[in-house]
């Protein structure tokens, strides 16, 4: 059986580009053979600004929203985070997602694939967004 790779599109605003560049991706990773690959777009989880009570390690979780996207989380084996630069930073939608579940992200491998509006390519979020999966 294949390792299952999560693509999760990070950015949730109206207009986004992130689907055309998680299409692109999941596209290649399918091509490569070696996952099965899924695309997973944040914005079908309605995660609120984090408002569980008890700390995630904990994982009693109050909300269904949180249920949910634990659930997913936990189902895969490694992560590509597609992800655009907001002001030299990751979007908060991930930062929020990242925030909600602490042990299902353990040990799993993780990638990036940045964008933005300028040269960088999302270089300097991806650079902070791995201070924060490294953590996990
Ligand atoms: C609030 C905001 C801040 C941004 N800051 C940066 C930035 O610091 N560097 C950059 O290259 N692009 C920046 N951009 C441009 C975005 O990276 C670009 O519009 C990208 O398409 C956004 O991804 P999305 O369409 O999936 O939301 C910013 C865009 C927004 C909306």
Redesign the pocket.
Same mark, same amino acid.
């Given at each position: 059986m294949d390792p299952k790779l999560h693509i999760i599109?990070?950015?949730? *605003?109206p /207009? *986004?580009?992130?689907?055309?560049?998680g299409r692109w991706f999941h596209e290649l990773a399918r091509r490569h053979g070696g996952f099965d690959a899924e695309l997973v777009d944040l914005i079908d989880f309605h995660l609120p600004l984090y408002d569980e009570a008890v700390h995630p390690r904990m994982q009693q979780y109050e909300h269904e929203h949180t249920r949910r996207w634990s659930a997913s989380v936990d189902a895969a084996d490694a992560f590509v985070f597609?992800?655009?630069? +907001?002001? +030299?930073?990751p979007?908060p939608a991930l930062v929020n997602a990242l925030a909600y579940v602490t042990r299902e992200w353990h040990y799993k491998p993780a990638g990036f694939v940045g +964008?933005?509006? /300028?040269?960088?390519? /999302?270089l300097?979020?991806v650079q902070a967004a791995r201070l924060h999966v490294t953590t996990l």
């Open positions: 599109i990070s950015s949730t *605003r /207009g *986004r580009v992130g689907p055309a560049v597609v992800m655009p630069e +907001y002001n +030299y930073s979007p +964008y933005g509006a /300028g040269f960088s390519g /999302g300097r979020a």
